[in-house]
């Protein structure tokens, strides 16, 4: 039986407004287990970077607080912890990989310095030591040449170079999590592709679990065991990776899949967007969130929020269309609700939910 690395039940984080404390993220729950990847994945705004903020206690130097719920980290709770308390867990137990690695790295010390101050922190090694660790961690994410690399200041290495700096001194301490912010957000789609096998590669050689936050959902698909949909600062929809994209159940995530170019129709249709924008944290809507954008929108989605159903051992939906008075919008057969979300060319047919 696979053995829980990470457990959050209902984070709840906030930051300060001019009149009250507005949550980005709301009664948020999922867990990893040792050896898997879990893809947290949305658009912009949806509150997939706080969640790991949150994890790594990082949100309280962003403005931010944790409200209330649970991050157990094998088993210890990491929510209550003092910021120094977390100095030994974040960086060698818990590492992350930040969105921007040239933002991420100190422009005045060298790249080698860099991984070095980590390995020295954690490990209680000497400064030659730390710096022939830094090395072969340069080797280690394929940087050519790392003697000369080390010594190196970020403005001298490419993007694609800096990326695996950073992910370098994610892995300096052999972390049991590592989370990925974003991790090919600013490289060409080449290094992208790089990275991503890097991370694949990484993860079985050490070992470690991954947290992978995107809102590709090509890269999800390549990453993936695991996959939690974030919306307006909720989870929408979770499940395992192959079921999740057979059968899309939440409009939100069978919009997200419908928008990649080549994965519906002939080529040279136009491409499927999902109608409106997600909604700022401090004027969401009552009722489901994704009601005002939903093509499958029911009376009682603009009043009562859902919560989740559970469509199968190990996949749930927080959507309206599964409880077992749906009409609108789909056609009931049986013990069946069949709902044309269109994601290639098929309805998508899923056992009616038990609520959760």
Same mark, same amino acid.
């Given at each position: 039986?696979?053995?829980?690395?990470?457990?959050?039940?209902?984070?709840?984080?906030?930051?300060?407004?001019?009149?009250?404390?507005?949550?980005?993220?709301?009664?948020?729950?999922?867990?990893?287990?040792?050896?898997?990847?879990?893809?947290?994945?949305?658009?912009?705004?949806?509150?997939?970077?706080?969640?790991?903020?949150?994890?790594?206690?990082?949100?309280?130097?962003?403005?931010?607080?944790?409200?209330?719920?649970?991050?157990?980290?094998?088993?210890?709770?990491?929510?209550?912890?003092?910021?120094?308390?977390?100095?030994?867990?974040?960086?060698?137990?818990?590492?992350?990989?930040?969105?921007?690695?040239?933002?991420?790295?100190?422009?005045?010390?060298?790249?080698?310095?860099?991984?070095?101050?980590?390995?020295?922190?954690?490990?209680?090694?000497?400064?030659?030591?730390?710096?022939?660790?830094?090395?072969?961690?340069?080797?280690?994410?394929?940087?050519?040449?790392?003697?000369?690399?080390?010594?190196?200041?970020?403005?001298?290495?490419?993007?694609?170079?800096?990326?695996?700096?950073?992910?370098?001194? #994610?892995?300096?301490?052999?972390? @049991?999590?590592?989370? &990925?912010?974003?991790?090919? %957000?600013?490289?060409? *789609? /080449? $290094?992208?592709?790089?990275?991503?096998?890097?991370?694949?590669?990484?993860?079985?050689?050490?070992?470690?679990?991954?947290?992978?936050?995107?809102?590709?959902?090509?890269?999800?698909?390549?990453?993936?065991?695991?996959?939690?949909?974030?919306?307006?600062?909720?989870?929408?929809?979770?499940?395992?990776?192959?079921?999740?994209?057979?059968?899309?159940?939440?409009?939100?995530?069978?919009?997200?899949?419908?928008?990649?170019?080549?994965?519906?129709?002939?080529?040279?249709?136009?491409?499927?967007?999902?109608?409106?924008?997600?909604?700022?944290?401090?004027?969401?809507?009552?009722?489901?969130?994704?009601?005002?954008?939903?093509?499958?929108?029911?009376?009682?989605?603009?009043?009562?929020?859902?919560?989740?159903?559970?469509?199968?051992?190990?996949?749930?939906? #927080?959507?309206?269309?599964?409880? @077992?008075?749906?009409? &609108?919008?789909?056609?009931? %057969?049986?013990?069946? *609700? /069949? $709902?044309?979300?269109?994601?290639?060319?098929?309805?998508?047919?899923?056992?009616?939910?038990?609520?959760?």
């Amino acid at each position: 039986m696979a053995q829980k690395l990470l457990e959050i039940e209902n984070l709840t984080a906030a930051f300060r407004s001019q009149k009250d404390w507005v949550k980005a993220t709301d009664n948020v729950s999922f867990s990893l287990d040792t050896g898997q990847t879990l893809c947290i994945v949305g658009e912009s705004g949806s509150g997939k970077s706080v969640t790991s903020l949150s994890i790594m206690r990082l949100i309280d130097y962003a403005g931010g607080v944790i409200m209330e719920g649970s991050i157990r980290f094998k088993g210890e709770e990491l929510a209550s912890k003092e910021q120094q308390e977390m100095i030994g867990i974040r960086g060698n137990k818990i590492a992350m990989i930040f969105q921007d690695p040239m933002s991420a790295l100190n422009p005045v010390f060298t790249v080698g310095d860099q991984i070095a101050e980590s390995v020295q922190l954690h490990q209680n090694k000497s400064r030659e030591e730390a710096w022939k660790a830094a090395v072969e961690m340069l080797r280690l994410v394929g940087i050519p040449s790392p003697e000369i690399r080390a010594g190196q200041y970020p403005h001298e290495l490419s993007g694609g170079m800096c990326q695996r700096v950073v992910i370098a001194i #994610a892995l300096a301490c052999s972390p @049991e999590l590592l989370i &990925a912010d974003e991790p090919t %957000t600013a490289l060409d *789609v /080449t $290094v992208q592709a790089q990275i991503l096998d890097l991370l694949l590669r990484l993860k079985e050689e050490m070992g470690m679990s991954i947290l992978l936050i995107t809102h590709d959902m090509g890269v999800a698909a390549e990453m993936a065991d695991r996959i939690a949909v974030m919306y307006a600062g909720a989870i929408v929809e979770e499940g395992l990776a192959s079921e999740l994209f057979r059968s899309p159940s939440h409009p939100y995530t069978a919009g997200l899949l419908r928008s990649i170019p080549g994965l519906e129709g002939d080529r040279g249709e136009e491409l499927y967007t999902i109608q409106g924008t997600i909604p700022p944290i401090s004027q969401l809507p009552s009722g489901c969130r994704f009601h005002p954008r939903c093509p499958y929108v029911m009376d009682r989605c603009r009043n009562q929020d859902p919560g989740f159903f559970r469509l199968g051992d190990d996949h749930k939906a #927080a959507c309206w269309l599964y409880d @077992e008075s749906v009409s &609108a919008g789909s056609a009931q %057969t049986g013990n069946k *609700v /069949t $709902v044309k979300f269109g994601v290639r060319d098929k309805q998508n047919a899923v056992k009616r939910g038990e609520r959760i």
